[in-house]
């Protein structure tokens, strides 16, 4: 079965930085594009930024941009979220996602076709 799991989540003091991994299995890695999304206490998902099946395109959120890149691995069936500069309103739920598409840089949480168990970021002041 597909699965994907996210590791690298942690405790970081602000302006620190993380990098969350995606590993995925069961599916064919390079057919699919790869999201981010962040849950924080209390509020709603939040989309942060996604990459294309070949690692060609990527589009972030603006809170991020400039701050957090999302880099691929095919032969590896990992994706990466760098983040750097963490910010305290960064705390949250890390999660990836995974869409069949070679297509679209996909945005939306309903668009994905798989996700992982998340990866929490918490991020001290």
């Known amino acids: 079965q597909v699965q994907l799991v996210e590791s690298g989540g942690g405790l970081v003091q602000a302006g620190g930085s993380l990098r969350l991994s995606c590993a995925a299995s069961?599916?064919?890695?390079?057919?699919?594009?790869v999201g981010w999304f962040r849950r924080a206490p209390g509020k709603e998902r939040e989309f942060v930024g996604t990459?294309?099946?070949?690692?060609?395109?990527?589009y972030y959120v603006d809170s991020v941009k400039g701050r957090f890149t999302i880099s691929r691995d095919n032969a590896k069936n990992t994706a990466y979220l760098q983040m750097n500069s963490l910010k305290p309103e960064d705390t949250a739920a890390y999660y990836c996602?995974?869409?069949?598409?070679?297509?679209?840089?996909?945005?939306?949480?309903?668009?994905?076709?798989?996700w992982g168990q998340g990866t929490q970021v918490t991020v001290s002041s």
């Open positions: 069961g599916l064919t890695f390079s057919s699919y594009a």
């Open positions: 996602a995974a869409k069949a598409t070679r297509v679209v840089l996909p945005r939306r949480a309903n668009e994905y076709d798989y």
């Open positions: 990459i294309s099946w070949n690692g060609g395109n990527t």
